[in-house]
Nanobody, 125 residues
Framework: QVQLVESGGGLVQAGGSLRLSCAASGRTFSSYASGWFRQAPGKEREFVAAINWSGSMTRYADSVRGRFTISRDNAKNTGYLQMDSLKPEDTAVYYC??????????????????WGQGTQVTVSL
């Protein structure tokens, strides 16, 4: 089992940047692939980005590709989501999650085994 805690959210103006962190404890972080999802008020949870255990495979939603970068530091048991050129439509609660299949980077929320509690990101005009 693994526990996940997100941090780094906040309020930023459009065009700005934030870096989210996902600290894992419990089972070794490198045993998992990881991903980021987000949920805006009144909307379904949606996929943002995913990365396999080694970082050799990444996937992005079309809406964030070229602006967001997912990465991980297994030595620190931490995953990251660097968000640049933020837009108001990026406003949401952002969740990190891990998948016990370390070699994949899936877009499917149902495939992830453990979730963090979320961190709010608000982008103003």
């Amino acid at each position: 089992q693994v526990q996940l805690v997100e941090s780094g959210g906040g309020l930023v103006q459009a065009g700005g940047s934030l870096r989210l962190s996902c600290a894992a404890s419990g089972r070794t972080f490198s045993s998992y692939a990881s991903g980021w999802f987000r949920q805006a008020p009144g909307k379904e949870r949606e996929f943002v980005a995913a990365i396999n255990w080694s970082g050799s495979m990444t996937r992005y939603a079309d809406s964030v590709r070229g602006r967001f970068t997912i990465s991980r530091d297994n030595a620190k048991n931490t995953g990251y989501l660097q968000m640049d050129s933020l837009k108001p439509e990026d406003t949401a609660v952002y969740y990190c999650a891990v998948d016990s299949r370390p070699r994949v980077a899936t877009m499917q929320a149902g495939e992830y085994d453990y979730w963090g509690q979320g961190t709010q990101v608000t982008v103003s005009l």
